[in-house]
């Protein structure tokens, strides 16, 4: 089975997520079951559904994180010797080689993925074509608005 890449940071607050998700959100939701019971006619009671739609929902992402952190690959990129690559976990600074624009991504694992915070999943498009390549290489890169063209400027472990 392919494992499923992730960083330190990542497998933490996954972990973090699943302690709450069994602790905190599986207890809140048997109890606002438990409340809507007493409404009485479980048919028509909108409360009670709704507490057990959440429950479903609880469990079902339970079951997702679990998978996902027993069949982790966690890599620290800190841990690698730096050879001027992209590879997972690297912070990469590019560059639009027309209108000089430079932006930095951190390539991530899926559920760490927040472009806004300029973290790139893995599997993303722009991920797939700067994994392997070294700072000073130029790339080009389809996107919605036409095709880019981009330098790797540099490429961190940190």
Do not use: C
Request: proline residues 3%.
């Amino acid at each position: 089975m392919t494992k499923y890449p992730m960083t330190p940071l990542g497998e933490s607050l996954l972990r973090e997520e699943l302690k709450k998700l069994k602790t905190k959100d599986r207890a809140d939701v048997v109890k606002a079951i438990a409340e809507a019971r007493e409404f009485g006619d479980l048919k028509e009671n909108a409360e009670y559904h709704a507490a057990k739609e959440q429950q479903g929902l609880i469990e079902s992402r339970i079951k997702d994180i679990e998978s996902k952190l027993a069949d982790s690959q966690v890599i620290d990129v800190k841990n690698i010797e730096p050879m001027g690559k992209v590879i997972f976990g690297t912070t990469v600074e590019i560059e639009d080689t027309g209108e000089g624009n430079r932006v930095t991504y951190q390539i991530v694992g899926e559920d760490e993925a927040d472009v806004a915070k300029g973290k790139i999943s893995v599997n993303s498009p722009l991920s797939r074509s700067l994994v392997g390549k070294i700072e000073g290489d130029i790339f080009i890169f389809k996107t919605q608005a036409g095709t880019k063209e981009y330098e790797i400027i540099s490429v961190k472990h940190k």
